[in-house]
């Protein structure tokens, strides 16, 4: 089976605009996230809108290919960027180009969930742990995910999913395991193609999360696990926060 990661990246962020250009201890974001993917994906892309993006990819020697400013998501970018390749590939990953720290470890879960032929989609989840308090349960910026026994996602929310009932929050966490999303998709090409050409709905909307796109129309989303912490970088205070870290460990 061959896979192909492509990392979305544009320089346009309203919270962090040129984020993938960001120095982290002398290297640019987006290197850093290219350099983590290629240790478990031969074939790597970074799809951008931006040319100082596409030059500096170029400048450490990585792979990049121009794509419109205008996509909905970084699907939508995923998708346009595979057709201009123009390589046959069976799967695609997609990694977010906001995660330096991603592990090929979890690179290589994701990747695990298509030795079934059935599967269609995949994505990462990781248990919160009681350690991390009930604040970071109910950060909205970190979605939620109920599963199947079929280890299939039911639905994402930035709400917590499941609420316990009958028990004070500050023990939910030692009720039941609840899951967070980890960000990283990987798409059956024919099924990338599919889910980008359905429009926006109605809980996609509501909840700005397009994975429910996929779901409400009847697609299955296959769930891979993972213990490996993420950070995402969402602003410049996040940066700060994720370099201190780095350089402790």
């Given amino acids: 089976m061959r896979f192909i990661a492509i990392i979305p990246a544009r320089y346009a962020s309203t919270r962090f605009p040129g984020k993938p250009l960001a120095n982290i201890n002398g290297k640019s974001m987006i290197q850093l996230v290219y350099e983590q993917v290629k240790?478990?994906?031969?074939?790597?892309?970074?799809?951008?809108?931006?040319?100082?993006?596409?030059?500096?990819?170029?400048?450490?020697g990585g792979k990049a290919v121009m794509t419109s400013s205008n996509h909905?998501?970084?699907?939508?970018?995923?998708?346009?960027?595979?057709?201009?390749?123009?390589?046959?590939?069976?799967?695609?990953?997609?990694?977010?180009?906001?995660?330096?720290?991603?592990?090929?470890?979890q690179i290589e879960e994701l990747k695990n969930c298509f030795s079934n032929s059935d599967v269609q989609l995949a994505t990462l989840v990781k248990p919160f742990r009681k350690e991390?308090?009930?604040?970071?349960?109910?950060?909205?910026?970190?979605?939620?995910?109920?599963?199947?026994?079929?280890n299939e996602a039911i639905y994402f929310s930035r709400s917590i999913i499941p609420y316990i009932r009958d028990v004070h929050h500050t023990e939910w966490l030692d009720k039941h395991i609840f899951y967070k999303h980890i960000g990283m998709y990987a798409y059956r090409?024919?099924?990338?193609?599919?889910?980008?050409?359905?429009?926006?709905s109605s809980l996609e909307k509501a909840e700005s999360l397009e994975q429910l796109r996929w779901i409400e129309n009847g697609y299955h989303i296959k769930v891979g696990y993972t213990d490996i912490e993420t950070i995402g970088i969402d602003t410049p205070e996040d940066l700060e926060k994720a370099v201190d870290w780095m350089n402790r460990i």
């Fill in 39 to 60: 240790k478990a994906v031969d074939d790597v892309w970074v799809a951008t809108d931006d040319n100082r993006i596409f030059s500096t990819v170029e400048s450490f």
């Fill in 189 to 200: 090409v024919d099924i990338l193609k599919e889910i980008t050409q359905l429009p926006q």
């Fill in 132 to 150: 991390d308090g009930f604040e970071a349960l109910f950060n909205p910026n970190s979605p939620k995910v109920v599963i199947s026994k079929g």
């Fill in 72 to 105: 909905r998501s970084g699907t939508d970018r995923i998708q346009e960027a595979y057709e201009k390749i123009n390589e046959d590939f069976d799967v695609i990953i997609n990694v977010q180009g906001d995660e330096p720290f991603i592990q090929p470890e």
